[in-house]
């Protein structure tokens, strides 16, 4: 496998402005979340690992980032509103860039991220290729029997979403479920494996580009896409003539959460981290600053 291409972001003298969410309001609906992208809760100077250097075992992920200097996060890059990494000039944005400026500046290290695949995110954290997994990561049994999460960060779930005439003809699974209905899907990811688990006659399109998959509907290539209710409702902001299914009624319950490599020490850091930087600031806020 390839070694995943790297960014160095410095993180000091970075804007200090970052907030993090509560609630995405959009056409009189709400998706309800616990975080995401702060203000900053701790000072520099103190940083939260020193809260618990006594609890530190020997050798641990939290030892290792602060000798390297460098915080490595992994993200596949191609799922705003989480991360988004811009092919033409190698520019991250995101709510999960933005919280990962945070936490590097909390640990007083450098950030650096590193891009990865939905389907290699796995693997690449075990490879100790990076400290944390993000970019929208969806907390599923299959990664939980090799890593750890953290604390969640959002509750989600899996709804469609089609060109706004043909919502109504494809609200239920069974409606779903037909021939000649074609399914689009970006490879490896928890889309891919609901649609394989769920949809048995329906036509399963695997486009492997995730920045370029709802012009396919747009275009009328494929019908629908069934994905996370924050992505749909992020899409139709992006692209009114798409319209999101129920995303307050999505199919599947889901959270959003950081992968983690199995190391106790790193886990509590992150754990502690997180809820601080959960308490105040507008997710409205920080959508509009990660489509910059």
Same mark, same amino acid.
């Not at 995943?4 to 970075?14: A, H, K, M, N, W």
């Not at 000039?89 to 695949?117: N, R």
């Not at 983690?260 to 959960?278: E, G, H, I, N, T």
């Given at each position: 496998?390839?070694?995943p291409? %790297?960014q160095e972001?410095i993180?000091?003298?970075q804007?200090?402005?970052?907030?993090?969410?509560?609630?995405l309001? %959009?056409?009189?609906?709400?998706?309800?979340?616990?975080?995401?992208?702060?203000?900053?809760?701790?000072? *520099?100077?103190?940083? /939260?690992?020193?809260?618990?250097?006594?609890s530190?075992?020997?050798?641990?992920? *939290?030892d290792?980032?602060?000798?390297?200097?460098? *915080?490595?996060v992994?993200? $596949?890059g191609?799922?705003?509103?989480?991360?988004?990494?811009?092919?033409?000039?190698?520019?991250?944005?995101?709510?999960?860039v933005?919280?990962?400026?945070?936490?590097?500046k909390?640990?007083?290290?450098?950030?650096?991220?590193? %891009?990865?695949s939905w389907?290699?995110?796995?693997?690449d954290?075990?490879?100790?290729?990076?400290d944390?997994?993000?970019?929208?990561?969806?907390?599923? $049994?299959?990664?939980?029997?090799v890593? =750890?999460f953290?604390?969640?960060i959002l509750?989600?779930?899996?709804?469609?979403?089609t060109?706004c005439?043909?919502?109504?003809?494809?609200?239920?699974?069974?409606? /779903?479920?037909?021939?000649?209905v074609?399914?689009?899907?970006p490879?490896?990811?928890?889309?891919?494996?609901?649609?394989?688990?769920?949809?048995?006659v329906?036509?399963?399109?695997v486009?492997?580009?995730?920045?370029?998959? =709802?012009?396919?509907? /747009?275009?009328?290539r494929a019908? *629908?896409? /069934?994905?996370?209710?924050?992505e749909?409702?992020?899409?139709?902001?992006?692209h009114?003539?798409?319209?999101?299914?129920?995303?307050?009624?999505?199919?599947? =319950?889901?959270q959003?959460?950081?992968?983690? $490599?199995?190391?106790?020490?790193?886990?509590?850091?992150?754990?502690?981290?997180?809820?601080?930087?959960?308490?105040?600031?507008?997710?409205n806020?920080?959508?509009?600053h990660s489509?910059k």
């Amino acid at each position: 496998m390839a070694e995943p291409s %790297q960014q160095e972001l410095i993180v000091e003298g970075q804007n200090d402005k970052l907030t993090i969410a509560a609630r995405l309001k %959009q056409g009189g609906h709400t998706v309800s979340t616990l975080l995401l992208a702060g203000a900053m809760m701790f000072p *520099l100077s103190a940083p /939260i690992e020193a809260q618990a250097t006594g609890s530190i075992s020997p050798g641990s992920r *939290l030892d290792e980032i602060r000798a390297r200097g460098t *915080l490595r996060v992994g993200m $596949p890059g191609d799922y705003p509103p989480f991360g988004l990494r811009d092919k033409a000039t190698g520019l991250w944005k995101g709510l999960d860039v933005d919280e990962a400026v945070m936490m590097a500046k909390a640990l007083s290290v450098k950030l650096e991220i590193v %891009q990865t695949s939905w389907s290699a995110l796995t693997s690449d954290l075990f490879a100790g290729k990076f400290d944390v997994g993000a970019g929208g990561v969806s907390i599923t $049994p299959e990664r939980q029997k090799v890593a =750890f999460f953290s604390t969640a960060i959002l509750d989600d779930g899996k709804t469609p979403i089609t060109r706004c005439e043909n919502t109504a003809k494809f609200s239920t699974l069974a409606d /779903i479920d037909k021939p000649g209905v074609r399914v689009i899907t970006p490879p490896g990811g928890t889309n891919e494996g609901f649609d394989r688990t769920h949809l048995h006659v329906a036509s399963i399109i695997v486009f492997p580009d995730n920045t370029r998959i =709802f012009d396919e509907v /747009i275009a009328g290539r494929a019908d *629908l896409m /069934i994905t996370d209710a924050i992505e749909t409702k992020l899409q139709h902001r992006i692209h009114p003539e798409l319209c999101s299914v129920h995303p307050d009624h999505p199919f599947t =319950f889901a959270q959003k959460a950081y992968l983690l $490599p199995r190391d106790s020490d790193w886990k509590q850091w992150v754990d502690k981290f997180l809820p601080a930087q959960m308490k105040t600031g507008s997710f409205n806020e920080a959508i509009r600053h990660s489509l910059k």
